[in-house]
Nanobody, 126 residues
């Protein structure tokens, strides 16, 4: 069965950095777009970053462009989110997700993704 397991969340001060990881298993990893999403209390889940199966195409939400970088290692079935210059408004539960590339039209839209991890909490204090 498909499993996505996130790690790397934690608490940091504003301006700090964190690196999230998401290890996948139970599916053909190279067939899937991978995305990072986040959800703050009382808010909708929003797309943060996505990466195509081969890693050559990435997308970012405007709010994180220039600060976050998504990457993937298909040999390790792992996707990463490097988060720099963190802000208090980045505080949220972060989820990774997998969606088949041939069904993908809008990579930052959550409904395009079939498989989800349990999430890892990121808290940024001012």
């Amino acid at each position: 069965q498909v499993q996505l397991v996130e790690s790397g969340g934690g608490s940091v001060q504003a301006g700090g950095s964190l690196r999230l990881s998401c290890a996948g298993s139970g599916y053909t990893y190279s067939d899937y777009y991978m995305g990072w999403f986040r959800q703050a209390p009382g808010m909708e889940r929003e797309g943060v970053a996505s990466i195509a199966p081969g890693g050559g195409s990435t997308s970012y939400a405007d709010s994180v462009k220039g600060r976050f970088t998504i990457s993937r290692d298909n040999a390790k079935n792992t996707v990463y989110l490097q988060m720099n210059t963190l802000r208090p408004e980045d505080t949220a539960m972060y989820y990774c997700a997998a969606g088949r590339w041939w069904k993908m039209t809008t990579p930052l839209r959550r409904y395009e993704y079939e498989h989800w991890g349990q999430g890892t909490q990121v808290t940024v204090s001012s």
